[in-house]
Nanobody
């Protein structure tokens, strides 16, 4: 298990940018695949992006491809989500999560560690 704490959410206008951070505790952070998910009010938690342990492999939901970038700094035990060209439909609570493997389905139950979430609100 790894403990995760997200930060960087806030209010931004349509077309703006935000960078979310997720700080992890524990000496094994570099071994984890890290993911970002989001959940809008009344909706299920959806996959946004994932990155493997080294950062060499990444995958994105179709809805964010070309606008969002996931990255990680293993020396800082941190994973990031750079969000550009934000839209009102990106409004949600964003969560980071960790699991031990990359690939397959990125369904939320397959991730064993979660942060508390950070709110992103995009105004029109």
């Amino acid at each position: 298990q790894v403990q995760l704490v997200e930060s960087g959410g806030g209010l931004v206008q349509t077309g703006g940018s935000l960078r979310l951070s997720c700080a992890a505790s524990g000496r094994t952070f570099s071994s984890y695949t890290m993911g970002w998910f989001r959940q809008a009010p009344g909706k299920e938690r959806d996959f946004v992006a994932v990155i493997n342990w080294s950062g060499a492999r990444r995958d994105y939901a179709d809805s964010v491809k070309g606008r969002f970038t996931i990255s990680r700094d293993n020396a800082k035990n941190t994973v990031y989500l750079q969000m550009n060209s934000l839209k009102p439909e990106d409004t949600a609570v964003y969560y980071c999560a960790a699991r031990s493997y990359y690939g397959g389905n990125y369904d939320p139950p397959s991730f064993g560690s979660w942060g508390q979430g950070t709110q992103v609100l995009v105004s029109s």
